[in-house]
């Protein structure tokens, strides 16, 4: 087993294993060598910084594996401010930068033209934005505990006099993670331009070291995620801001050409392009840097997702959710209803259904007001869809394309600027609108995806330079505001980091109106895949109660009580991994038989609710041939699994099945159940795993508790 191989090759053992056994040691932050070093670290990771005669990080190191992070000395930024490029921190005399010796840090000297570092501050993390927990989520503690340090830097002598620049620095506690992240404060009396930042810089050991150059090089194994992210279903095509490039100082790498992609530059692809003006201030996106102890691809997905959890723990909130196909009173009330009857918690006025948002004239919020209070009179939630980008509102208020000067040729095409006075009345709209109905849910389609804007006509920016980084704003700002009234939001990009519940798990949405039988294994296929980078919580799936994109009575569950066997599947294998779905239509049952299917497997979740939310191990695919299966771990719960079995095919199987129960801290011997039968205790070898027999029907599902 790769995992274990690796474990002891670092030292580690499951007690001792930080994604197995909580960590308890708190971060620390540690002066050394006579005060000219401070070090911040947390037993998994540490990060030091020598501080005369100018701060930078001196050494940045992987704890798990006893293995340096970095390679030589950068500066701790580079801004540009009024014309000119000023680099902050750093120390210059390093020659060798496959390798940086401490000892010859002491014969370092400071950049005369950088800015200089003054002094620190140490404090407790705090948290970016208020999260109004109005229903079920994880345990996560919010903020996540831990330690700040914030270096506090001045110009250059001569140089922009009154103006200062401080970085500061977020470690969390039992996670290998650091946050980073530049303010900027304006007491020069006279406005300073910001043309751009470059907020990390990290000279980082090679991953491989080739003399020629291949098609696709492997980077660091390091996670860099930063908060500045949209149009992308996925934190690596989100990736707006972390650049790996060659790094010209290192003159002794293997690559013939030196294009061995290890400087790590953390930068916006454009501007902000701001005027701060006298006695306000600039704040920069966040950099998140994960360190990995592992290649192994379970391994890595459960330090990616532990990250989520910790510093976006609002994407833990799960709840059970209908599509209304129709927005007008009486579709609404039914929805509600059945949902009610059957334990679902929420209901959306789903995109095509009439509702706007954007209305808000007296008579239709107090019908929606109306609405709302109905549903939770029931104990449900109610919210709706809006379309932001993705279509055309106007010439004067669409973005305008820099190489045409005119509108078109947007991401989506078309699409409206939000800094155009469209834009901004929309904003106005939506928040108005929520705030007097009490709506609990945003479904935000088409959301800001990164649309540059060459307009110097609209009020909301200045011209190009600054769009993309006022528009950001624009939607960040919006989402947080949700994420402190506890307005859940259903948002088809990756703005987890800004306040975003969920996206998209990742299907191609033509599927559903396919067959109904190929639906149910491409469904399962598109949970095990989605889940190796999200949480459960994190993405949602799709079920067509009624025809969509297509397909006709062949792909639809409508009658529902006519095609039982397809709709329960759906309800098992999504409730089953933990996914919650779109169930798109009018209503969600429609005889009593198929209430009950429903309730049965809304109870199931419900039972399990903690260890189906929990996180999945990949046991094997779904690919139609044999049995496929999930393993959902806990190891800080009572049921530290849940193995999720499903047969696609036409015949009973009974066979052995290897289960690994490293992650769920299971040791020595595991009590095991499948469904509410006896209890059977099994030991498990030396690498974690037990062998169960499983007997499974036709076309069937089962499922083994592990305590």
């Known amino acids: 087993m790769v995992l274990l191989i690796t474990g002891l090759a670092s030292g580690n053992t499951i007690d001792s294993d930080w994604l197995v056994t909580q960590i308890k040691e708190p971060v620390r932050i540690e002066k050394k060598l006579a005060d000219k070093e401070i070090v911040l670290g947390n037993t998994l990771i540490s990060r030091t910084f020598r501080l005369l005669p100018n701060a930078a990080t001196v050494a940045y190191d992987n704890l798990m594996t006893g293995q340096s992070i970095i390679r030589g000395i950068k500066p701790e930024a580079i801004v540009e401010l009024d014309g000119h490029t000023y680099e902050v ?107 751009t930042f470059t907020s990390e810089i990290l000279a980082a050991v090679e991953y491989e070291s080739l003399v020629g150059e291949p098609r696709r090089w492997e980077y660091p194994n390091i996670h860099v995620e930063s908060d500045y992210a949209f149009h992308g279903d996925d934190s690596k095509n989100a990736n707006k801001t972390a650049h790996w490039l060659a790094d010209p100082q290192y003159g002794t790498q293997v ?19 701001l005027a701060i003006e006298p006695g306000s201030k600039f704040e920069s996106f966040r950099t998140y840097e994960l360190i990995f102890d592992s290649t192994e691809r379970e391994r890595k997905g459960l330090s990616l997702r532990r990250m989520y959890r910790t510093i976006a723990p609002w994407s833990t909130e799960n709840p059970i959710i209908m ?10 009330r039914l929805a509600i209803d059945q ?20 209305n808000i004239k007296s008579d239709y919020v107090a019908q929606m007001k109306e609405l709302v209070d109905y549903a939770h009179s029931k104990n449900i ?30 991401i989506f095409g078309n699409s409206p600027c939000l800094g155009s006075q469209w834009g901004i009345d929309y904003f106005e709209n939506i928040t108005t609108f929520i705030t007097r109905t009490g709506l609990d849910l945003l479904e935000h389609d088409g959301s800001y995806p990164g649309d540059v804007c060459a307009s110097k006509s609209h009020p909301g920016h200045h011209g190009l330079g600054d769009s993309q980084w006022k528009q950001w704003k624009k939607i960040s700002d919006f ?12 948002v088809p990009d990756w703005y987890f980091l800004s306040g975003s519940n969920k996206s998209g798990m990742g299907y191609r949405e033509v599927n559903w109106s396919l067959p109904r039988e190929r639906q149910i294994i491409l469904g399962r296929q598109n949970i095990f895949d989605g889940t190796w980078k999200k949480t459960p919580s994190m993405g949602w799936m799709f079920v067509p109660l009624v025809q969509y994109h297509g397909g006709g009575a062949a792909a639809t569950l409508e009658p529902l009580s006519e095609h039982l066997d397809a709709y329960g599947a759906h309800l098992a294998q999504n409730f089953g991994s933990g996914v919650q779905a779109c169930y798109r239509g009018p209503r969600l049952y429609d005889t009593e038989q198929t209430k009950a299917l429903v309730k049965k497997w809304v109870d199931f979740y419900k039972e399990y609710r903690d260890i189906l939310d929990s996180d999945i191990i990949h046991v094997r695919r779904p690919d139609g041939r044999d049995i ?21 095919l036409d015949r009973r199987v009974k066979k052995q099945l290897k289960l690994p129960l490293y992650y769920t801290g299971l040791a020595q011997t595991a009590r095991i159940c499948e469904q509410h039968g006896p209890y059977k205790e099994y030991r498990l070898d030396r690498e974690y795993n037990v062998e169960i027999t499983i007997d499974i029907a036709a076309n069937g599902v089962t499922w083994f508790v592990i305590e």
């Open 628 to 648: 496929d299966c999930i393993l959902h771990v806990n190891p800080q719960l009572k049921r530290k699994g849940l193995a999720m079995v499903c047969n696609p």
């Open 339 to 358: 949902c009610a009857e059957v334990g679902f918690e929420m209901v959306i006025m789903t995109f095509g259904s009439g509702f706007n948002m954007e």
């Open 255 to 273: 690559n013939y050409r030196r294009q061995t992609p290890v400087m790590l530059e953390v930068r916006p692809p454009l501007g902000p392009d």
């Open 479 to 490: 989402y947080k505001w949700c994420r402190g009234r506890g307005v859940y939001l259903n």
């Open 323 to 332: 599509h209304v196909r129709q927005a007008d009173p009486e579709s609404v």
């Open 381 to 410: 939630e109610l919210g709706g869809y809006s379309l932001l980008a993705s279509r055309r509102i106007s010439d004067e208020h669409d973005v305008v394309n820099p190489q045409t000067d005119k509108p078109g040729g947007a």
């Open 89 to 195: 921190g750093g120390l210059q005399g390093q020659v060798e930068y496959g390798y940086l010796l401490a000892s010859q840090v002491d014969s370092f000297t400071a950049n005369a033209d950088a800015f200089v570092f003054r002094r620190y501050e140490t404090g407790g993390t705090k948290e970016r934005f208020g999260w109004k927990r109005k229903r079920y989520s994880g345990r996560s503690i919010w903020p996540p505990p831990g330690k700040s340090l914030t270096l506090h830097f001045e110009p250059p002598a001569g140089r922009l006099n009154g103006l200062r620049l401080s970085i500061h620095y977020e470690m969390y506690q039992g996670i290998p993670l650091l946050a980073k992240w530049l303010k900027i404060s304006n007491g020069t009396g006279k406005p300073v331009r910001l043309k």
